[in-house]
């Protein structure tokens, strides 16, 4: 059964979980079967207090349980995760590759890790796909990466490669099609929402149609 990693972002020092739970309840609905881990974690006061304490504290802290369920009964595993949640999933998955475990999907709100694949690091590890929710309109990201040692604004840029865009761009919620797994279009997806802000996705009004395309983007509506 394959298993899902939901990690919320920050609100004003109280991180808010209320999404991943509301993502597990329209899954559910739907007769979706998988495992759904919801992570609930305390922000720090300041960001370079969760770039040096809180998210590698959390990172290494989800990747110890991950590795203890993996060596008793081995599955794939999903990501999704917003914001600062993001940063947390990328120590979780070093942690993991350690032992030699790999991520099949990454889903990545809103984040504010680089938006360069090779200076945040996704080139070296093992993630099968990686799809950025990003918006031009996100401004905690382009905030964040006044920080450029703690923080990206992968959420406000796409994905890119020495500058320059790379992987495959889509609009919205548009359903993905004709990616060959394995080259750098499949592996580095950026769907573009022009006018949504940091947290929109997960807004009343779109909330269903984002979880629909999560569904769609791990495989689990199949």
Not at 27 to 42: D, V
């Amino acid at each position: 059964m394959k298993r899902c990693h939901l990690i919320h972002g920050i609100n004003e020092g109280l991180t808010d979980p209320s999404w991943p739970w509301d993502f597990v309840g329209h899954s559910l609905n739907k007769g979706i079967s998988a495992f759904f881990q919801t992570e609930h974690y305390w922000a720090g006061p300041t960001p370079i207090w969760n770039h040096l304490v809180t998210n590698p504290k959390y990172g290494k802290a989800l990747a110890k349980r991950e590795i203890l369920f993996q060596q008793r009964n081995l599955s794939p595993i999903y990501i999704a995760a917003h914001s600062n949640g993001t940063n947390i999933a990328m120590h979780m998955i070093r942690e993991l590759a350690r032992v030699g475990i790999g991520i099949e999907k990454f889903l990545l709100f809103g984040s504010t890790i680089h938006s360069d694949v090779e200076k945040s690091g996704l080139t070296e590890l093992p993630v099968g796909q990686c799809i950025a929710y990003c918006s031009p309109k996100d401004n905690v990201a382009k905030y964040l990466q006044s920080t450029p040692k703690f923080y990206g604004s992968l959420g406000a840029r796409g994905f890119e490669r020495n500058g320059k865009p790379t992987g495959t761009k889509t609009k919205g919620f548009t359903p993905l099609k004709d990616l060959t797994w394995g080259d750098e279009r499949h592996k580095y997806v950026t769907r573009w929402f022009p006018d949504f802000g940091h947290p929109d996705w997960f807004a009343k009004s779109v909330s269903e149609l984002t979880f629909d395309c999560m569904l769609e983007d791990f495989g689990l509506n199949k």
